[in-house]
């Protein structure tokens, strides 16, 4: 059984009446000896030090009694051999499968044989892209993909998309529209010319009414622009989903259609053909670098001990936080610019997973659960919101991520960045007393943060970095007993979009507000 209620282990109340007696940050250093060394854990290219948080040895060892004795090994184990463990829509989860090279025991044959069959198509048709064997309806190579998808199909692609910039074709660029914003769309189309344009759609069910409707904009320009049918204008247009039949009944000619399992989850899904984009700009062998480094993250996860286990410790330091320590946001602050969609990937990728507050066994959570994920670049952020961080009246857990070389900037520049970080998370531990008569230049400190580092940004580390936060969610889900895998919260609102939508939408069952401004609206368009 994987139902589980954190509160009823005996761990719990034990880790609720040692909470108050924490010592600081700076006085765990002083007690405990080798916190460095013993809190500093390195897998897959990651050197992650978890010293900073206010977490004593003792606590860290209640909540790995707590994790051992729950569901989590099972439910990982679940996992990894493909059982349905998203309950509430009876499917499998199983995006480790995607990076998969002959390396998961669990794995079956069946599930393996549609993996390498589904990525060698993919792969295939992104290598025809880049070496120009793919051609336009008028005979020109394409150099211009557009990728239109939303959430996951979009969020995922995009990120590893400006993060691995130093490894990308000159020749191709790819654009990504989500937002069902016309003014988007509308001012990419002005700049790209239908005979090199290849349009992505990207939808697992071919059905989310912002893709389709920013599909329907680029295909009626292609038609225009080319004087063809979507079929005459099939080489400039592929489908990546999980719904072929829809993707085909669209218009898709079936050929085109790049498709991924059911059991692939849309935040999940940048390692199957969603990520036909990235494989286009970077090429097969930088792509199947990008999945290696996330199985070799998966492989840690899956067989390292708990007490070594990053993505858990990871996992258990945020449940500390949470439901112990009532610290509710996590700040993710990457020192590289290139990484400036990090924080928006995490924010779908944790708050969509595991922002529930029902439990697998369909009871209500009586914890916190998931916490409020933000972000930015450093060094930007030191000038925008770490005055809070430092000096406000919350405290803000900080999740620091660098890479110790950059071969795309200079010495001068790079230790300057890297400095400012580690010297950021000192000041929120150390902090530093006001002068007398002067309380405004007090910095409390005891501000916890971890520290993520990388040798260099390249496919292997960011493969290695989005795995490491995948598993993290998922323990953090597992211990907490709710379904990470479903996003029911999303429904509602597409729902009451669809019976406001038309025209003559019947209002009487709404609010007096929304009658109004749905009022207003239909006045003006």
């Not at 463990?85 to 199983?94: K, M, P, T, Y």
């Not at 409020?372 to 406000?392: D, E, K, P, R, Y």
């Not at 509602?492 to 939408?505: F, I, M």
């Amino acid at each position: 059984m994987l139902d589980f209620r954190p509160e009823q282990s005996a761990f719990w109340a034990q880790l609720q009446t040692a909470a108050p007696n924490t010592p600081s940050i700076g006085a765990l250093f002083e007690q405990e000896p080798s916190r460095v060394e013993r809190l500093t854990f390195e897998a897959a290219g990651l050197r992650v030090d978890l010293s900073k948080n206010k977490v004593s040895q003792e606590q860290l060892e209640l909540l790995l009694q707590f994790a051992s004795q729950s569901p989590l090994t099972n439910h990982r184990s679940a996992m990894l051999k493909g059982e349905p463990i998203n309950a509430s829509e009876a499917r499998a989860v199983l995006h480790p499968a995607l990076r998969d090279f002959g390396n998961i025991p669990s794995l079956t044959d069946q599930y393996r044989d549609t993996v390498y069959q589904q990525r060698a198509q993919m792969l295939a048709a992104a290598e025809q892209i880049r070496s120009g064997e793919w051609l336009g309806y008028t005979g020109k190579t394409i150099t211009d993909i557009v990728n239109i998808g939303i959430g996951g199909s979009d969020l995922g692609p995009k990120l590893v998309y400006e993060a691995l910039r130093e490894f990308r074709s000159d020749t191709l660029t790819v654009h990504f529209i989500s937002n069902v914003d016309g003014a988007e769309i509308y001012s990419l189309l002005k700049t790209l010319s239908p005979e090199t344009t290849l349009v992505a759609i990207a939808s697992k069910t071919f059905t989310t009414q912002e893709t389709l409707l920013n599909a329907k904009t680029a295909l009626t320009w292609l038609r225009q622009g080319l004087g063809l049918d979507l079929v005459e204008a099939s080489s400039h247009v592929v489908a990546l989903t999980a719904s072929a039949t829809n993707a085909v009944k669209y218009g898709v000619a079936p050929e085109r259609v790049l498709p991924f399992e059911e059991w692939v989850g849309g935040r999940y899904s940048l390692w199957s053909s969603i990520g036909f984009g990235i494989a286009c700009a970077i090429g097969a062998e930088a792509f199947n670098e990008l999945l290696q480094g996330a199985h070799a993250m998966d492989k840690h996860f899956a067989e390292t001990p708990l007490h070594s286990n990053i993505p858990v410790l990871m996992a258990l330091v945020g449940i500390w936080h949470i439901n112990f320590m009532n610290y509710p946001t996590q700040a993710v602050i990457p020192y590289c610019e290139r990484l400036g969609l990090l924080s928006a990937y995490l924010q779908q990728l944790d708050m969509e997973s595991n922002g529930k507050s029902t439990l697998r066994d369909n009871t209500a959570a009586r914890t916190a659960t998931g916490p409020i994920v933000w972000g930015q670049t450093g060094t930007n952020g030191q000038h925008a919101f770490f005055q809070l961080m430092h000096q406000g009246t919350h405290t803000i857990p900080v999740e620091f991520i660098g890479a110790l070389q950059d071969t795309l900037s200079d010495t001068n520049h790079h230790r300057t960045l890297l400095v400012n970080m580690i010297a950021q998370a000192s000041a929120l531990m150390s902090g530093k007393p006001a002068p007398d008569a002067q309380a405004y230049r007090d910095y409390p400190g005891d501000k916890p943060s971890s520290m993520i580092l990388m040798e260099k940004l390249t496919p292997a580390s960011l493969g290695a970095l989005i795995a490491l936060y995948e598993h993290k969610v998922f323990v953090q889900g597992s211990l907490w007993g709710i379904n990470s895998f479903d996003q029911w919260g999303v429904e509602l609102g597409k729902k009451l979009t669809n019976e406001l939508l038309p025209q003559d939408a019947d209002l009487s069952g709404f609010d007096e507000s929304t009658q109004v401004l749905m009022g207003l609206l239909n006045a003006r368009l």
